[in-house]
């Protein structure tokens, strides 16, 4: 069978055409191919160190800023899906969730100071009075009961000399106090509210000093028989000049400075103990 040129002609352009047609098709499947790569090479994947780590091999774990990391790189959220706010947290009201302070307890000292006077307080009664301050080589020139006031001369070594019957007397069997005291008072942290509370043993003078503000409010509160003398630190007197009967007193602070309490004594002493709020 023969054929004209025009015919071989139309042949190879057919030809052509057909060539051109599966190259183009097979272009575009690679392209598809190239689009959707396997879920096994996802870049995602390969960044996530935990699909690396075996279940059960808890030495092999990354470490928490891994996996920070790791959740950093999730995939963001849709347009569709709406944002979840974060939880509110509940008010905090100011001074509500606050521990209250207590009152801080000040106590007079009883040593490294001048003693005038001593009641004895034996565990074993009667008390030993000796003529030397110490046990060996010392006679016993006489014997007191407990609650028996003794004048002191002088103190030795853990040791009281007095003056009737005169001799020595050991110290820590009998309760004694500081002729003179001056003490300031300070609030713990965050408090306003203070106990003094003590005793003077024969005649002495105890002083408390609290430093208070202008318009600040002062509350004293008595808890023994003696109410102590409030001062101001022009050393003017706050309060009713009648102690003997006062229990309380709440006022105002006049000008800013160190107000003083203090408890005198005459005689045999006393107990003491006020409350005191500086707010």
């Known amino acids: 069978m023969s054929f004209t040129s025009t015919q071989i ?9 057909t ?3 599966v190259a ?6 690679g392209a598809i191919e190239q689009s959707n790569p396997p879920v096994a090479e996802s870049p995602a994947a390969v960044r996530n160190p935990i ?3 075996p279940a059960n091999n808890p030495e092999s774990r990354p470490a928490e800023p891994l996996q920070a990391e790791t959740q950093a790189t999730e995939a963001p959220k849709s347009e569709s ?5 974060p939880a509110l947290e509940p008010p905090q009201i100011a001074g509500v969730s606050q521990q209250k302070v207590g009152a801080v307890v000040v106590t007079p000292p009883n040593s490294g100071c001048k003693i005038s006077m001593a009641v004895v307080s034996d565990p074993n009664p009667p008390l030993n009075v000796r003529s030397r301050p110490q046990v060996n080589g010392s006679k016993i020139v006489g014997k007191l009961q407990n609650n028996t006031f003794v004048s002191v001369a002088e103190e030795q070594n853990g040791w009281l000399r007095i003056t ?15 002729v003179n005291v001056n003490q300031q008072i300070n609030f713990l942290p965050g408090g306003d509210e203070a106990i003094v509370k003590g005793r003077i043993i024969g005649g002495g003078s105890h002083s408390y000093k609290i430093r208070a503000a202008k318009n600040q409010t002062m509350i004293v509160k008595n808890r023994k028989d003696v109410f102590p003398l409030i001062l101001t630190p022009g050393g003017t007197t706050l309060g009713n000049s009648d102690r003997d009967n006062q229990t ?10 160190n107000y003083t309490f203090q408890l005198d004594s005459n005689f045999r002493g006393y107990e003491y103990e006020f409350y005191v709020q500086v707010r």
């Not at 002609?9 to 055409?17: M, P």
């Not at 309380?248 to 400075?257: F, M, Q």
Request: net charge neutral.
């Open 19 to 21: 060539a051109v047609g």
């Open 51 to 53: 699909s690396l780590v």
């Open 248 to 257: 309380e007193w709440t006022g105002k602070i006049p000008v800013t400075g």
């Open 81 to 85: 899906q709406p944002a979840q706010s």
């Open 24 to 29: 183009a098709a097979t272009i575009q499947s």
């Open 164 to 178: 009737d019957p005169p001799g020595w007397i050991a110290k820590n069997r009998t309760e004694s106090s500081c």
């Open 9 to 17: 002609i139309i042949t190879g352009l057919a030809g052509l055409a």
